[in-house]
Nanobody, 126 residues
Framework: QVQLVESGGGLVQAGDSLTLSCVAS????????MGWFRQAPGKEREFVAC????????DYTDSVKGRFTLSRDDAKSTVYLQMNSLKAEDTAVYYC???????????????????WGHGTQVTVSS
């Protein structure tokens, strides 16, 4: 059974750091691009970051570039989202997702992902 479980969220102050983890129970994890999305109250889910299947390429939404870093550990079937210099506008539920296709480009849109976690809350107080 495919399962993605996020952890690491919490309540922090502006300027603090958090690292989100996503453990994926996917037989073909090493061949899957992985992504993070977030959804703030009253807003649509938005793309945050993605990493390709080999870990050689990452992409980020403009608002987090230079502050967030996405990495993967295939031995642990885990992706990590390191978030530094957090801002109040980063407050959201963060979702991990696994790409629909294997060995393809990392999708920038939710439709490119077939498997989703339940999310972890990140709250940044200003």
């Amino acid at each position: 059974q495919v399962q993605l479980v996020e952890s690491g969220g919490g309540l922090v102050q502006a300027g603090d750091s958090l690292t989100l983890s996503c453990v994926a129970s996917i037989p073909t994890f090493s061949g899957k691009a992985m992504g993070w999305f977030r959804q703030a109250p009253g807003k649509e889910r938005e793309f945050v970051a993605c990493i390709n299947w080999s870990g050689s390429s990452t992409d980020y939404t403009d608002s987090v570039k230079g502050r967030f870093t996405l990495s993967r550990d295939d031995a642990k079937s885990t992706v990590y989202l390191q978030m530094n210099s957090l801002k109040a506008e980063d407050t959201a539920v963060y979702y991990c997702a696994a790409a629909r296709l294997s060995y393809g480009l990392a999708p920038l849109y939710a439709a490119g992902y077939a498997y989703w976690g339940h999310g972890t809350q990140v709250t940044v107080s200003s």
